[in-house]
Each structure stands twice: as structure tokens, then as C-alpha cells.
Nanobody, 123 residues
Framework: QVQLVESGGGLVQAGGSLRLSCAASGRTFGSHAMGWFRRAPGKERELAAS????????YYSDSIKGRFTISRDNAKNTVYLQMNSLKPEDTAVYYC????????????????WGQGTQVTVSS
């Protein structure tokens, strides 16, 4: 069992930065692929970024590529999403997610979800 708790969301002006953190409990964190999904108002939830259990492989959606960076620290059971050059269209609830494999996560098969953290970018 893995429990995920996000933090770091908030209100920021366009062009600013935020760093989201997701703290995981459970001794299997290091074997799970991790990701950040987001749901913007009126839109479907989408995968923004993901990272394999080893941290070697990452995935970014086209809308955030070059602006966001996902990373993980398995010693601290934590995954991060550094968000730079934020735009109003990045406004969404961001969810941390864990899957047994990176391929499953990218396909949208998620074993564990966090409760979500709100990110609001003002213009």
C-alpha cells in the first residue's frame, strides 16, 4: 500500500515558479513509477509528467516540455515537479500518482492517487 500526499500548490503570477512535492508512505515507493496528472477547469485529467522508478526515464506532455522538471528522491520517498515559466493555462489541480510500471502510468493505469493540490496562475 502506498499513500501519497501532495504539497506546494498555490497562487502565482504568470512567469513565476512553483515546486510541487509528493511524499509517499510505504516501503514499495522505490519500485513504483511516479507521475503528476493535472485537471484544468472543464477539461479531462491529463498526464503532465512521469518518471520511472530509477529516475532514468521521464515523460513530459508537449504543453509543459522545457518548462517543468520531474525528479524523485527514493531515499526520502518523495517526487517533485519543478514548474517554471508558468502560464495561466497551467491552472489546474495537480495529482500525484503511482503505478507499478512506467508504461502503465503513461497509459493511465494508476494504482495510487494523491488528493490533489491546486495551482492557480494569474495573468
Amino acid at each position: 500500500q502506498v499513500q501519497l500526499v501532495e504539497s506546494g500548490g498555490g497562487l502565482v503570477q504568470a512567469g513565476g515558479s512553483l515546486r510541487l512535492s509528493c511524499a509517499a508512505s510505504g516501503r514499495t515507493f522505490g519500485s513504483h513509477a511516479m507521475g503528476w496528472f493535472r485537471r484544468a477547469p472543464g477539461k479531462e485529467r491529463e498526464l503532465a509528467a512521469s518518471i520511472s522508478w530509477s529516475g532514468v526515464t521521464t515523460y513530459y506532455s508537449d504543453s509543459i516540455k522545457g518548462r517543468f522538471t520531474i525528479s524523485r528522491d527514493n531515499a526520502k520517498n518523495t517526487v517533485y515537479l519543478q514548474m517554471n515559466s508558468l502560464k495561466p493555462e497551467d491552472t489546474a489541480v495537480y495529482y500525484c500518482a503511482a503505478s507499478e510500471t512506467h508504461r502503465q502510468l503513461i497509459a493511465g493505469t494508476v494504482n495510487y492517487w494523491g488528493q490533489g493540490t491546486q495551482v492557480t496562475v494569474s495573468s
